[in-house]
């Protein structure tokens, strides 16, 4: 309680001080009790027995000054002056009252509307008669009985559409209607349970009620003719909800036995709505364009980086080294051509075909490689499915069409001799004979000199005329002698044949050119077996004379 012990000041703001030796706050009693009554008084003092700086008046007195008149304080009250005088011309402005003037007026008309006052006002209370048809009753029979049926909605026709299944629930104790996803494991689809959420559906709407704002608010008895019921729900029926139209093709037995019981409908079947799936579309390869192998070509049709094919390994290591030779003539019209001699080596762990030519002294055809390692087609076979020339198709005597060139054999080393009886039961009995023949020429006497050179070994032919060749181009080799002593040092049985390692080291030292195209050549032919070569004949070459 703020107080003015000092006397004299005015009671303002800076002007007061408060007492700090005060301990007292309490405020004095206000309410007390009189025959029996509460009554109310007013304070004497103030918070902490303070003097209350205003005047202390009784009721009695309080009375008093409130009969007492005015005039004693103020005296006699003044005399209003007169009103102040209006024209009549001023009092009736903007005043009409033309009855009195004689002009008679039309009967008053009805007031324009405010469409916003009818909006407020009041509706009339309508009274709607109640509908006989108790839905406590429903929910109370019908509660927790769903009619389920199974669905599709196919949406083939449109782009990217595709056909799902759906499961439509019906509600019999208040006819909502649920449809809910069919999910399946990978289907690439958010797990969502719900396509429709459960609520009623209008089957027809009034007329005015087609530009209903739906997306935004709830459709009222108002807005709809009919609704849905069980009855529109048929197996083996489209039914359309919410622009979509659904397929109902099989139903739960609680839903049969409800039709049955209700409508009398036992016939519901389930109807198959699997598609078959189109037959696959063959994989047609583009026009083989001539380069390579089909396989190798076709390897880019199949993925983007294209990989080698796969071979058969076992039967590239069980055949390895293994290579069947045939001496064969060019069946051409030409008359150059008919005194060419090839031979035709078949690599058995590839299925791969080179013809080497020998070269002929003063032929005026420059003798060689003929045609590197490759898998030759058959004439009769298609691009697409090509079948290759094999072991069983050369005997003496086939005819072989490499490229649009034919080929004769006409004979062939000891070893495919020795092949063709080992596997008798892979070729042709005209094969076999032709065996037979070349047996029996073999036995026969010996023939005359000039005939020599076309029935001689083609492998020994083509190893002639390799010798020949590269005697032609290396002329003589300044190391001749010290060639075969190098080989001989090594060779401790004097058997001929050293071992590859070892043959390759030598030629290295003595600085051979091995990497040459014929000397590679030479050296497969004097390979013998995997790791020996004859080096009396590869030392041949490096000579003016036989070895």
């Not at 009969?67 to 003044?78: D, E, H, I, R, S």
């Not at 002056?81 to 009195?100: C, G, Q, R, T, Y």
């Not at 070994?457 to 002593?485: F, M, S, V, W, Y």
């Not at 080989?487 to 401790?492: G, P």
Request: proline share 8%.
């Amino acid at each position: 309680m703020v107080s003015n012990p000092v006397h004299g000041l005015p009671f303002l703001p800076g002007s007061s001080f408060r007492d700090p030796t005060k301990t007292a706050f309490h405020r004095s009693q206000t309410l007390g009790y009189r025959n029996g009554y509460a009554v109310v008084r007013r304070p004497t003092v103030g918070i902490g027995g303070d003097r209350l700086p205003v005047n202390q008046l009784s009721q009695a007195e309080l009375d008093e000054l409130a009969n007492k008149a005015p005039v004693l304080t103020y005296g006699q009250p003044k005399q209003a002056p007169p009103a102040e005088f209006i024209p009549a011309h001023v009092a009736f402005d903007k005043k009409v009252f033309l009855e009195s003037q004689g002009i008679e007026l039309n009967p008053p008309e009805k007031m324009a509307l405010d469409p916003y006052t009818e909006l407020r006002k009041q509706p009339l209370r309508k009274y709607v008669t109640p509908s006989d048809f108790d839905q406590l009753k429903q929910f109370l029979t019908f509660d927790k009985q769903v009619l389920r049926f199974y669905a599709i909605w196919d949406d083939t026709d449109s782009m990217f559409g595709e056909c799902r299944n759906y499961i439509i629930h019906y509600y019999l104790m208040d006819d909502t209607v649920e449809i809910r996803e069919v999910h399946e494991r990978n289907d690439g689809r958010d797990p969502f349970p719900l396509l429709m959420n459960r609520q009623r559906m209008p089957k027809v709407l009034v007329e005015n009620a087609k530009n209903f704002p739906q997306c935004v608010l709830e459709i009222s008895d108002q807005e709809v003719l009919e609704w849905y019921t069980a009855k529109d729900f048929i197996v083996g029926k489209p039914i359309t909800i919410l622009g979509r139209t659904f397929f109902i093709y099989d139903c739960d037995p609680f839903t049969r036995q409800y039709y049955k019981e209700k409508f009398g409908i036992s016939d519901l079947p389930r109807i198959d709505v699997s598609k078959k799936e189109p037959p696959p579309v063959k994989q047609e390869l583009p026009p083989y364009n001539g380069y390579g192998l089909v396989e190798d070509s076709a390897q880019n049709c199949f993925v983007l980086i294209p990989k080698a094919p796969k071979k058969d390994v076992m039967k590239m290591l069980m055949d390895d080294n293994k290579v069947l030779r045939y001496l064969a003539a060019l069946d051409s019209p030409i008359p150059e051509d008919k005194d060419r001699r090839f031979v035709f080596s078949y690599f058995l762990a590839s299925d791969m075909i080179s013809i080497f030519e020998p070269p002929v002294r003063n032929s005026g055809i420059i003798g060689g490689k003929y045609l590197g390692r490759t898998k030759v087609v058959k004439p009769s076979s298609s691009v697409e499915n090509p079948i290759y020339y094999g072991p069983t198709d050369f005997f003496i005597g086939a005819v072989i069409e490499v490229f649009g060139h034919r080929f004769i054999i006409l004979d062939t080393d000891d070893y495919v001799l020795k092949y063709m009886e080992s596997n008798a039961a892979q070729y042709s009995p005209e094969a076999l004979l032709s065996i037979q023949n070349r047996v029996q020429k073999r036995e026969a006497p010996a023939p005359e000199l000039e005939n020599k050179q076309t029935k001689e070994d083609p492998g020994e032919q083509e190893l002639e005329a390799l010798i020949d060749t590269i005697q032609k181009q290396l002329k003589h080799h300044p190391c001749k002698d010290n060639i075969r002593e190098a080989f001989q040092i090594y060779d401790k049985e004097a058997s001929g044949y050293v071992d590859k390692e070892m043959f390759f080291k030598i030629c290295d030292s003595l600085h051979l050119p091995v990497d040459d195209s014929l000397i590679k050549e030479l050296i497969r032919v004097c390979s013998h077996g995997e790791d020996k070569i004859n080096y009396s004949n590869f030392v041949r070459a490096f000579s003016n004379g036989p070895g």
